[in-house]
């Protein structure tokens, strides 16, 4: 395997598993902040476990638990994963009162905050960071999505590249884990600037990314903008994806972990144009096709 996948056992000596949680948070494009709808390729109900539903955070973390446990995945720990919408946004005092709900938990060694650039400023950091000082582990992971202010203003993003180069400078400064999130595919953007934008995320602190294909789920703006304007998004079948993230992952800096490499939904949400195909089955391809792109 030619690329380095992010591993906790490696990073923190111990096996972790995430338990995704809903702290109930929104973004400041769908509340009228910055605009309404959200991103237009967004359904968070795509990504939210069951077990999250109606619960509170000390609720939620027992019910993934117990998801997990039932799944044969065994943990030397676990880490609150705060992933819906965008979770530093909301004042302090929300934020201490639900991170420490968390924190409080005695399986949880510590958070993983999945947020916007453009929600995160000096005071929350400097929370984070004295989370991180009482000796539990924080992990901020952005959501960049694209390094193009043209396509971030397509997709109703609400904040340019500028700012998101500032929030991952800022976090990394402090010594907090910090990663990001990429999607393949959004509209405009064609194979020469998913290559491109390989260089300039290597030019950040960035300790890990995630790569997701883009997916288009039914009932969202971008499904309606695929209808109109298909010619406008690479669609690349399974292998063809392999072969675009292999040559993207050769040009990024070799000390960037990779998180993940795609993304799943369940098949109601979208057209799931790949069917059923195993993360573990493209994992497999994607060795494949590095150790065939190596001299």
């Known amino acids: 395997m030619l690329f380095k996948p992010y591993s906790y056992t490696e990073r923190y000596g111990m096996r972790l598993q995430r338990l995704t949680l809903d702290g109930g948070f929104t973004c400041p494009n769908r509340d009228g902040t910055l605009g309404t709808g959200g991103c237009t390729f967004c359904d968070n109900a795509a990504f939210h476990p069951s077990y999250t539903q109606g619960k509170s955070i000390p609720d939620q973390i027992d019910a993934g638990i117990a998801f997990h446990t039932a799944r044969g995945r065994k943990a030397d720990g676990y880490l609150a994963y705060f992933q819906a919408f965008s979770n530093t946004y909301a004042p302090i005092d929300v934020l201490r009162e639900r991170y420490e709900a968390a924190l409080s938990h005695p399986a949880v060694r510590g958070l993983v905050i999945g947020t916007r650039p453009d929600c995160i400023d000096t005071e929350k950091l400097g929370y984070l960071s004295s989370i991180k000082e009482r000796g539990k582990i924080v992990e901020v992971e952005y959501g960049i999505e694209s390094v193009y202010d043209l396509t971030l203003r397509r997709i109703n993003r609400g904040h340019d590249f500028a700012c998101t180069r500032r929030a991952v400078m800022e976090t990394a400064s402090r010594g907090l884990t910090t990663g990001g999130h990429i ?52 669609r690349p079948g399974p292998q063809e994806y392999i072969d675009l993230l292999a040559e993207i992952i050769t040009r990024l800096r070799p000390d960037i972990a990779i998180g993940r490499i795609a993304s799943s939904v369940p098949p109601s949400f979208t057209d799931a144009p790949w069917g059923l195909l195993r993360h573990d089955e493209l994992v497999r391809r994607l060795a494949l096709r590095l150790e065939e792109m190596t001299p």
Not at 216 to 234: H, V
Request: proline residues 8%.
């Open 183 to 234: 999607i393949l595919g959004l509209p405009g953007e064609t194979r020469e600037m998913l290559l491109q934008e390989a260089g300039i995320l290597s030019a950040l602190p960035l300790d890990y990314l995630k790569f997701h294909q883009l997916q288009i789920l039914k009932g969202t703006p971008m499904a309606s903008e695929y209808k109109e304007r298909p010619g406008d998004f690479l």
